[in-house]
Each structure stands twice: as C-alpha cells, then as structure tokens.
C-alpha cells in the first residue's frame, strides 16, 4: 500500500512539474513579447499586438501567482511591475528615441523572474507551496 502512495505521488509531482513547466513557459514568451514590443514601440515602430500579449502575460503571471513559490510569485510581479513603468514612459513620449535603453532595468527583472522560476522547477516538490506528500 505504501508502496502504492509512494508512486502515486510520484506521478502526481511529475505530472504537476509538467504542468507548471508549460505554464512558466509561456509566461515567459508572453512577458518577453511584451517587452519587444514595447522596445518597438519606443524606437518607433509598430507595436500593434502589445496590448493583446501584455493582456497574456498578465494573464499567466495571474495563473502563475496561484502556485508560484513566493519568491517566484515577487519576481514575476516585479518583473510585471517594470515592464508596465517603462511602458507607461514610452508610451507618455517620456524617454526620446535617442537616449538610452529605457528596458536596460526590465531585462535584468526579467532574468531573475527566469531564474526564480527555473530554481523552482528543479525543487524535488513541484507544487506551489506544497511540500511532500506525507508518508502513512
């Protein structure tokens, strides 16, 4: 029987872990669509899906705090609060096309957002807060 829970909760981690690992994954194209188009945008190109890709990373970073480990779930919201400050600015023609790269700060966020999920996914228990199943 303990034999029986012990596999079970095996196959409930692995198939938790791919279920975060498809989520983490798309979160993170979607935050880094978001950022290219608003470093289009700011160079003065057309950035005409940005609000439809902002919409879904907000969305998955909504879908990913539910689960995410706190310190995943502080640097996704950091990294979501960076792109929406540089965004404004850019949008509000607050930093000129020539002056220095206004995402420098959000790629940084965006890369220790990709690490915090990276270090949670290879933690031995894929589930959000949950720790391991209790042995009977």
Same mark, same amino acid.
């Given at each position: 029987?303990?034999?029986? %829970?012990?596999?079970?909760? %095996?196959?409930? /981690?692995?198939? +938790? ?14 935050? %880094?669509? +978001? %950022?290219?188009?608003? =470093?289009?945008? +700011? ?12 919409? /879904? ?5 909504? $879908?990913?705090?539910?689960? =995410?480990?706190?310190?995943?779930? *502080?640097?996704?919201?950091? *990294? ?27 790629? !940084?966020?965006?890369? !220790?957002?990709?690490? *915090?999920?990276?270090? $949670?996914?290879?933690?031995? /228990? ?9 042995? *009977?």
């Amino acid at each position: 029987m303990r034999l029986q %829970h012990e596999q079970f909760a %095996h196959q409930e /981690t692995v198939r +938790w872990l791919d279920d975060k690992r498809a989520l983490y994954r798309d979160l993170l194209i979607a935050m %880094h669509g +978001w %950022h290219d188009g608003i =470093a289009a945008m +700011w160079q003065g190109e057309p950035a005409s899906d940005l609000i439809a890709t902002r919409t /879904t990373a907000y969305r998955l970073g909504v $879908e990913a705090d539910l689960i =995410a480990l706190p310190q995943t779930r *502080a640097a996704i919201g950091e *990294a979501r609060r960076g792109l929406f400050a540089v965004q404004a600015e850019v949008v509000l023609g607050l930093i000129p096309p020539n002056a220095g790269d206004p995402c420098v700060d959000v790629k !940084q966020q965006l890369q !220790q957002m990709e690490n *915090a999920l990276r270090a $949670e996914l290879s933690r031995p /228990t894929g589930r959000g807060n949950a720790t391991a199943v209790p042995q *009977a």
